[in-house]
C-alpha cells in the first residue's frame, strides 16, 4: 500500500494555477493550517500557484496572520466565494481595494452548496436571502466592482419565487480530522465541530479532484472504529501531519475536551458576565426564552444569553444550538465561539442548516447593528469593511422567532446605579440610521411572511409593526427625547402602550429567570 502521508510543502505542490479549493473552517476550527502556510511560502517564494478561487463557508481566521489572511495576495486569489471574511481582514481589504472578485452568500447555502456539487445537481434551489443584498436584483452577492458573473438567479417554481445559487467547478478540497489511519480515513475526536468535511471531499472527488486531509496522528490501517469515520478513505488522497501549534481546536484554545465531548466541565467554572450594558441586554433577550425550546445564539452580544441562562441555572430548560451543529451545553464566547462546553451532540454544518432552514429554531437571538426605519439591519458591510453574512440570513428568516440584541449607540458612556440607566457620553456611530448599508435582513420580507420581531437596547426594546420600527420599552433613567430619539436618525413608531423595561434586570444580582419562564 502506497503511503498517502506527505509533507505540507508537497500538498501546495499539488494545487494548480486557477484552481478552485475549498477548506473546512469555522474560525479556526476544522481549518488546515499547516497546508495553509506552506501555500503562503510558496507563492512567496516562487509566484505561484496564482488566480485561485478559495470557497470557505465560515469566518476563517484569528484577525491577525491565521487562516484565509494566508491568501491575502493579490495574483494568489483571483476570486472568493465565502460566507464570512470577517476573522480575516486583510482579505477584506483586498475585497474593499476592489483587486479581487468576491461573493459573499449565506453561510448555510454554502454549507449545502457541496452535496449539490458532489451529486451534480444544478445548485442550491432556496428561499433564503430573497430581499437581501444577496438577492441578484440587489446586488447579486458581490461584494466588490470587478465582480461581475451573476451566480444567483431568480426562477419561479410552482408559482413561487426562489432563489438558485449556482454551482461551480471544484478541483482541490483541504479538509481536516484529528486521525487519519494509513488509508486515509478520518476521525474527529479531538475536533470541537464536524463541520462539511464528508460533503467537500465528495464533491471534489466526484468532480475528478483531489482531496487533502490535515491530521494531528497517524494509525496504523484497519484500526480506526468505522463508525468513528466521518470521511473515509477512498475519498482522501494525501495526509498531512500538522504541528499541534497549526492545529487549533479553536481561534483560542489548542484543545479543551469539554469543547470535544470528551469530557464535561463543571459549568460553574465559567466566568460570570461583567454587569454591563451587555449583560442587561442578555437578560432582557433571555426573558424572551420559553421552556422546551430549541434556540440560536449568535456572536458578540447574543451570546451572552448563554452566560445568563447558565448563571441563571435555566440551561437545562431549553436547548440552544449553534449553526456549527452543536447542541445543548453551553455555547462558548469570542475567540471559541461556534463551539459548546459539554455539548449534548455535534453534527454536521449542512445538516444543521437544512433542520434551521425548515423552520426548526423556536427562536434565534442575532447581534443588531445598523437599523433602519422599515426594520432592515445590517450586520454584513460598514462603509469600508466587508465581513458578510455568516449564518445571519439563514437564520434571522426561517426562526419562528427573531430577537437582534445590541447597544444602542457605538462607544456611549453609561453608568447604572440603583436601577435606572444614564448616558454620561453619547456614543460616536448611530446605529440606528436613515438607511443601512447593506440589507442583511429585509424587514419588508419578514413582515410578508409574519415574522415575529424584536430588537433589544439597554435603552429599549423595539418591534416591526406594520413596516415600521415600533418602540414598547423604554428603559428606567432614560429620556425618552434626548436619549433615545436625539440619538436616532429617524424618529420610530411609538407605541401607545410605551412600557418601562424591568427594574430588576438593571440591578447587580437578578435571578428572575428561572421564575419568568416558569409563567409562561
Known amino acids: 500500500m502506497m503511503s498517502k502521508v506527505i509533507a505540507a510543502e508537497q500538498a501546495a505542490a499539488l494545487i494548480k494555477d486557477g484552481d478552485t479549493v475549498l477548506w473546512t473552517t469555522a474560525g479556526l476550527a476544522g481549518f488546515a493550517e499547516e497546508v495553509a502556510?506552506?501555500?503562503?511560502?510558496r507563492f512567496k517564494e516562487?509566484?505561484?500557484?496564482?488566480?485561485?478561487?478559495i470557497a470557505h463557508d465560515c469566518g476563517c481566521g484569528d484577525m491577525k496572520t491565521r487562516g484565509m489572511s494566508h491568501f491575502a495576495y493579490g495574483g494568489l486569489i483571483k476570486r472568493l466565494i465565502s460566507g464570512h471574511i470577517g476573522q480575516a481582514p486583510p482579505m477584506g481589504q483586498l475585497i474593499f481595494?476592489?483587486?479581487?472578485?468576491?461573493?459573499l452568500m449565506p453561510q448555510g447555502v454554502m454549507a449545502q452548496m457541496w452535496r449539490q456539487i458532489a451529486g451534480k445537481k444544478p445548485g442550491v434551489i432556496t428561499k433564503v436571502g430573497l430581499g437581501t443584498y444577496v438577492d441578484p436584483r440587489v446586488e447579486g452577492a458581490k461584494a466588490s466592482t470587478i465582480t461581475t458573473e451573476d451566480?444567483?438567479?431568480?426562477?419561479e417554481i410552482e408559482g413561487e419565487e426562489w432563489l438558485l445559487y449556482k454551482t461551480f467547478p471544484v478541483n482541490v478540497a483541504v479538509i481536516r480530522g484529528t486521525t487519519a489511519d494509513e488509508k486515509g480515513n478520518l476521525t474527529m475526536e479531538k475536533e470541537g465541530l464536524l463541520?462539511?468535511?464528508?460533503?467537500?471531499?465528495?464533491?471534489?472527488?466526484?468532480?475528478?479532484?483531489?482531496?487533502?486531509a490535515q491530521v494531528e496522528y497517524l494509525a496504523k490501517a484497519n484500526t480506526l472504529h468505522?463508525?468513528?469515520v466521518k470521511v473515509p478513505g477512498a475519498l482522501v488522497d494525501y495526509i498531512v501531519i500538522a504541528k499541534p501549534e497549526n492545529h487549533m481546536q479553536t481561534a483560542g484554545t489548542y484543545y479543551n475536551p469539554a469543547i470535544a465531548g470528551e469530557s464535561k466541565m463543571p459549568l460553574g467554572n465559567l466566568p460570570t458576565m461583567q454587569f454591563d450594558a451587555r449583560k442587561i441586554i442578555a437578560r432582557r433577550a433571555a426573558m424572551e426564552l420559553s421552556p422546551n425550546t430549541v434556540i440560536n445564539l449568535g456572536i458578540g452580544v447574543p451570546d451572552g444569553i448563554g452566560s445568563v441562562a447558565a448563571e441563571e441555572g435555566i440551561s437545562d430548560l431549553l436547548t440552544i444550538t449553534t449553526e456549527l451543529g452543536t447542541y445543548g451545553g453551553v455555547p462558548c464566547s469570542g475567540p471559541d465561539f461556534g463551539t459548546a462546553?459539554?455539548?449534548?451532540?455535534?453534527?454536521?454544518?449542512?445538516?444543521?442548516?437544512?433542520?434551521y432552514d425548515g423552520g426548526g429554531l423556536d427562536a434565534t437571538f442575532l447581534?443588531?447593528?445598523?437599523?433602519?426605519?422599515?426594520?432592515?439591519?445590517n450586520v454584513s458591510k460598514f462603509g469600508t469593511k466587508v465581513v458578510g453574512a455568516g449564518g445571519f440570513i439563514n437564520i434571522s428568516q426561517n426562526s419562528k422567532k427573531v430577537v437582534f440584541c445590541g447597544t444602542f449607540a457605538n462607544g456611549a458612556e453609561l453608568s447604572f446605579v440603583d436601577g435606572k440607566v444614564t448616558v454620561l457620553k453619547e456614543g460616536k456611530t448611530r446605529k440606528f440610521v436613515n438607511k443601512v448599508d447593506q440589507i442583511t435582513f429585509s424587514g419588508s420580507y419578514a413582515q410578508q411572511t409574519g415574522l415575529p420581531v424584536l430588537y433589544v437596547t439597554e435603552r429599549g426594546v423595539f418591534t416591526l409593526e406594520e413596516g415600521l420600527l415600533t418602540l414598547i420599552e423604554i428603559a428606567p433613567g432614560i429620556d425618552l427625547e434626548r436619549d433615545i430619539l436625539g440619538a436616532m436618525d429617524f424618529k420610530p413608531r411609538i407605541s401607545a402602550n410605551l412600557t418601562l423595561m424591568p427594574t430588576e434586570i438593571f440591578q447587580e444580582k437578578w435571578g428572575r429567570l428561572q421564575q419568568i419562564m416558569d409563567t409562561e
Open 37 to 41: 502556510i506552506a501555500l503562503e511560502n
Open 151 to 155: 451566480l444567483i438567479k431568480v426562477i
Open 97 to 103: 481595494e476592489n483587486k479581487i472578485e468576491a461573493y
Open 195 to 212: 463541520l462539511e468535511a464528508l460533503p467537500m471531499a465528495q464533491a471534489v472527488k466526484n468532480r475528478g479532484g483531489i482531496v487533502i
Open 46 to 53: 516562487t509566484g505561484s500557484p496564482r488566480n485561485l478561487t
Open 341 to 355: 462546553y459539554n455539548a449534548d451532540a455535534i453534527i454536521e454544518h449542512e445538516a444543521q442548516f437544512d433542520f
Open 367 to 377: 447581534g443588531l447593528a445598523q437599523t433602519d426605519a422599515q426594520g432592515n439591519l
Open 226 to 228: 468505522p463508525k468513528e
